[in-house]
């Protein structure tokens, strides 16, 4: 699950809930320019209640948290790292299912990926990594 896509691949990501790896690095985005803290701190790994939750639904919940503070979401950029799975003929549909779930015009949700070209970890196929940079007002 990338994006909230699932991506047919022989590999999977391993985590809590549907370890997202882009949806997890834009709820921190979210929370860390809100200044309100880390998303493990509002839904961590021990908690049952979290346990193959949907990203999305929390990416929704930590929106929701990040608005009663007075923030409005302007816009999200990010991007997802890996050697494989191709995530190009993904992305466009990655992109509007975040903007839905964040109320947000299709316009104002970036998703790239890139490849590390064979390079350390990641380029090995050992991860996958993603970062999110989130404008509030």
Not at 24 to 48: C, K, Q, R
Not at 83 to 96: N, Y
Not at 101 to 116: E, N, Q
Not at 119 to 134: D, F, K, M, N, P
Request: hydrophobic share 45%.
């Amino acid at each position: 699950m990338i994006g909230g896509v699932t991506i047919p691949h022989q590999q999977g990501l391993a985590g809590h809930s549907d370890a997202d790896v882009l949806v997890h690095a834009i709820i921190d985005a979210l929370l860390g320019a809100a200044a309100l803290g880390t998303i493990g701190e509002h839904f961590p790994d021990d908690d049952p209640r979290y346990e193959g939750i949907s990203s999305l639904e929390l990416l929704s919940m930590a929106a929701a948290l990040v608005e009663e503070h007075g923030r409005t979401i302007v816009n999200v950029d990010s991007v997802v790292i890996a050697e494989r799975p191709r995530l190009q003929p993904h992305l466009a549909e990655m992109a509007r299912l975040i903007a839905e779930t964040l109320g947000l015009d299709l316009g104002l949700v970036g998703v790239k990926a890139t490849s590390p070209e064979g390079l350390g970890a990641l380029g090995r196929q050992e991860g996958i990594a993603s970062q999110a940079v989130v404008l509030l007002e």
